[in-house]
């Protein structure tokens, strides 16, 4: 992901760090991507979870890719060929499939197993009074996570389907304040 290739600037989880990098914000599209394969009963090549917990989907279904060493892949097992649509506007971004395969109705299903509670971090600010406070960055609590879609097949009967265990460290709350 670099600046000549198109990338902007987005936030990037590097461990249990966040920072600003070329390409930062491409996990949106492919968590986003990786919804609509699950909700399309598509099967998943490749996946995984983030460092840290993302604030735009639940625990469990996002996806993180880093070039060269993380990707999200999926097969197409329907019976038909997909068109991937997408589009951006308004900070929203939207994707879909079409094609003349009509899924099963899909459910997540997620149980959380442990909670990490995010640390608090206080940096000293001195533009800031002595009483006064500003959050920098709103914290995560990390989890343990087992998460399963039931699929309601057309017979009418349900079918479990494992997604497996996501681990999150949690996100640290950073706030300034005065001296």
């Known amino acids: 992901y670099t600046k000549p290739r198109g990338y902007q600037e987005g936030p990037t989880y590097v461990g249990s760090k966040l920072i ?3 390409g930062g914000g491409v996990c949106k599209i492919a968590s986003t991507l990786y919804n609509v394969t699950v909700l399309s009963n598509l099967k998943i090549v490749e996946r995984h979870a983030h460092s840290m917990p993302v604030p735009y989907v639940p625990y469990g279904q996002d996806a ?7 990707d999200f892949k999926f097969k197409n097992t329907s019976d038909s060929q997909i068109l991937i649509w997408a589009m951006g ?3 929203i971004l939207y994707i879909a499939f079409y094609g003349s395969y009509t899924p099963p109705k899909i459910e997540w299903n997620h149980n959380t197993i442990k909670i990490f509670k995010a640390p608090v971090i206080y940096k000293i600010n001195s533009q800031l009074s002595p009483t006064e406070e500003k959050v920098i960055l709103e914290g995560m609590d990390g989890a343990v996570v087992k998460s399963w879609i ?14 497996g265990t996501s681990y999150y460290s949690p996100m640290p709350h950073i706030i300034e304040k005065g001296k």
């Open 20 to 22: 600003t990098t070329y």
């Open 150 to 163: 039931v699929i309601e097949n057309e017979d009418g009967t349900n079918e479990i389907k494992q997604m």
């Open 89 to 91: 506007g308004d900070n």
């Open 64 to 70: 993180t890719v880093a070039y060269g060493a993380k």
